[in-house]
Nanobody, 124 residues
């Protein structure tokens, strides 16, 4: 069974940090680019960050550049999102996604697999 399972969300004060993890199973993890998206209440799901199969290439949304870092460990079939200097506007459900034969890291329509999400709430 193919699964992406996110963890690490929670409640944090503005300026704080969280580290999200996404554990993949049932797929050849190193064949996939991995991405993080988020969806705030009443908003569309938006791109946050992505990493290619090796970890050698990353891409970020302008809103998180310099604050968030995406990384992956292919030996553990896991992708991470380190979030620092969190702001109330980062509050959202964060989703992990996998893209086979990646051709557009920032388009949610190009991702093949999705996790169920983890809630991140940043208080002011």
């Amino acid at each position: 069974q193919v699964q992406l399972v996110e963890s690490g969300g929670g409640l944090v004060q503005a300026g704080g940090s969280l580290r999200l993890s996404c554990a993949a199973s049932g797929l050849s993890f190193s064949n996939y680019a991995m991405g993080w998206f988020r969806q705030g209440s009443g908003k569309d799901r938006e791109f946050v960050a992505a990493v290619n199969w090796s970890g050698g290439y990353t891409k970020y949304a302008d809103s998180v550049k310099g604050r968030f870092t995406i990384s992956r460990d292919n030996a553990k079939n896991t992708v991470y999102l380190q979030m620092n200097s969190l702001k109330p506007e980062d509050t959202a459900v964060y989703y992990c996604a996998a893209q086979y034969r990646p051709d557009d890291f920032s388009s949610r329509l190009r991702y093949d697999l999705w996790g169920k999400g983890t809630q991140v709430t940043v208080s002011s």
